[in-house]
């Protein structure tokens, strides 16, 4: 008889810093990844970037909106290290890093093995 699905470990990571952390079925931690991370802080032209693209895409009806909701919105000071959390049946893990909004290219990911050790970068 295979693993159970509750019997399973589940991941969990802030996206503030380039860690995760992996805990066990009743919720105490069991394991940490981390890795080296890039600059994360924001800049204003990549922000400003964005927020063209946005207004590009909003109906003239809309705009007036997109502008309210852009003064509003809060701007963080840095960039979220990660996107995703992708677990594997070897419990494994895959992060998709985070794409700034003015990234080209496909996305990147790193694999770690279940010992925690980041064994692949990909592209």
């Not at 079925?25 to 080296?36: E, S």
């Not at 852009?70 to 990660?82: A, K």
Request: charged fraction near 30%; aromatic fraction near 12%.
């Amino acid at each position: 008889m295979g693993p159970c699905w509750y019997s399973r470990s589940f991941w969990v990571g802030t996206g503030l810093a380039p860690e995760v952390r992996r805990f066990d079925p009743q919720g105490a931690p069991i394991q940490i990844v981390r890795w080296a991370d890039e600059d994360r802080s924001d800049h204003q032209e990549e922000i400003d970037h964005y927020w063209a693209e946005e207004f590009a895409q909003t109906p003239e009806e809309r705009r007036g909106q997109t502008e309210e909701l852009r003064r509003s919105m809060p701007v963080s000071e840095s960039f979220p290290v990660f996107e995703l959390l992708q677990s594997t049946r070897e419990n494994g893990l895959w992060i998709q890093i985070y794409r700034r909004p003015q990234d080209l290219g496909p996305d990147r990911w790193l694999v770690a093995e279940e010992s925690g050790e980041i064994v692949a970068k990909i592209e």
